[in-house]
């Protein structure tokens, strides 16, 4: 005879399994068990941030000593490993640490094939046909936290990030219609400027910002342009994104061209610190921060 206890455990276990179900449907056929989250590799910076916004720490990145220059935040406790380079991590170190899922950018690094030789894989993208990467980011995140069987921290982390970007828009109310630049430089010579199609121009749209940069822009939403070309940028605030480049910046900014530009005869420009144009909720998160710091409450 059964007890009742038993039939009822059977029954919600039963109706657990039919709610995941289209989870694990879509699931490649290696992930239809949950992943062990603590053995986790992030062959990129974009999933890196995913596993973050989730709670995962993960094993072990490629390339971290460039993450702490690029990105910045979120920061990565000391005993995540690193696996070298994000165009060729060593498959083989890889291999010997026996990861449970390996996260990657979706065309960028190794092969798919190679990274399923080691274990499961999952690709994300950072934008698309749609020209937003935000929203790609987010589907994303659903997407990594049904994998993982995280569907509630997922949930929970897009409606905090909703309504701390809401709680920022008062911050940038009284600025009118000025608009900004996000710039970085790549050489004494060349810019990377940020614009439309870019994670930071929707970030800025939710905010109420104008961005000073109409001009044309990649897949990524930059644009490689010679300095010359910001003596366009007229009644601006232009902030520089620094990556551990002060001899550049010293370097492109003491020439008579840069100090002739409109923004820094009128004191508009700031040099501010790193955030990972490429990323998604957190960098969206950190990129309000470091405009608060700069900008908010300032007309």
Not at 213 to 228: M, Q
């Amino acid at each position: 005879m059964h007890n009742p206890s038993d039939l009822f455990l059977t029954r919600r276990r039963l109706l657990a399994a039919l709610a995941l179900s289209p989870v694990l449907f879509n699931l490649p056929p290696a992930l239809a068990a949950l992943p062990d989250s603590r053995r986790i590799i992030a062959l990129e910076w974009l999933p890196i941030e995913l596993l973050m916004a989730l709670g995962i720490t993960p094993m072990a990145v490629a390339d971290r000593p460039n993450y702490q220059i690029w990105v910045n935040e979120p920061k990565l406790p000391d005993s995540v490993i690193d696996i070298g380079l994000r165009t060729e991590p060593n498959l083989e170190f890889m291999a010997q640490l026996k990861p449970s899922l390996i996260v990657y950018s979706a065309g960028y690094g190794p092969s798919e094939e190679k990274i399923k030789r080691i274990a499961p894989g999952m690709g994300f993208p950072f934008n698309d046909a749609s020209g937003k990467p935000l929203d790609v980011a987010r589907r994303s995140l659903t997407e990594l936290g049904d994998a993982l069987g995280m569907q509630h921290e997922a949930r929970r982390h897009l409606s905090e990030f909703d309504a701390y970007i809401e709680s920022m828009k008062p911050r940038f109310a009284n600025r009118g219609s000025r608009p900004l630049l996000l710039m970085s430089f790549l050489d004494n010579r060349h810019v990377l400027v940020v614009g439309k199609h870019s994670l930071f121009q929707q970030i800025m749209d939710l905010l109420g910002l104008e961005n000073a940069w109409l001009g044309e822009t990649n897949f990524w939403g930059t644009a490689i342009v010679g300095i010359e070309r910001l003596a366009e940028i007229k009644g601006a605030d232009v902030l520089c994104l620094e990556h551990n480049d002060n001899a550049t910046i010293e370097q492109a900014t003491s020439t008579p061209l840069w100090r002739a530009m409109p923004f820094i005869r009128e004191g508009r420009f700031q040099r501010v610190p790193a955030v990972w144009l490429y990323g998604a909720t957190l960098s969206s998160m950190h990129f309000t921060r470091v405009l608060d710091n700069a900008l908010g409450g300032k007309a």
